[in-house]
Nanobody, 118 residues
Framework: QVQLEESGGGLVQPGGSLRLSCASS????????MGWYRQAPGEQRELVAR???????EYADSVKGRFTISRDSAKNAIDLQMNSLKPEDTAVYYC????????????WGQGTQVTVSS
């Protein structure tokens, strides 16, 4: 079992920045993949960014150049730095973890709301 706890959501104006953090109950370096998904009202949940246990990263095209995912060993957490936020980034952001490759187990955080509005 992996427990995930998100923090850092909130309300920000367009062009602003927010930093999300996801603390894990298990070492983040032992988890195959960790990342962030988001879901806007009426939309499907979509991948935002993820990082593998080897440090490889992947981003959705819509956030490339604006968002950065990183691992914080001191906090045993992954962070998502979001810059140049746009209203279309408004969504509930979920932390996600995948344990294993051949028979993966998936875990989700409870979600944190990010609202970009003036």
């Amino acid at each position: 079992q992996v427990q995930l706890e998100e923090s850092g959501g909130g309300l920000v104006q367009p062009g602003g920045s927010l930093r999300l953090s996801c603390a894990s109950s298990r070492s983040i370096f032992s988890i195959s993949k960790m990342g962030w998904y988001r879901q806007a009202p009426g939309e499907q949940r979509e991948l935002v960014a993820r990082v593998t246990s080897t440090g490889s990263t992947e981003y959705a095209d819509s956030v490339k150049g604006r968002f950065t995912i990183s691992r914080d060993s001191a906090k045993n957490a992954i962070d998502l730095q979001m810059n140049s936020l746009k209203p279309e980034d408004t969504a509930v952001y979920y932390c996600h973890a995948q344990e294993g490759i051949l028979r993966p187990l998936y875990y989700w955080g409870q979600g944190t709301q990010v609202t970009v509005s003036s």
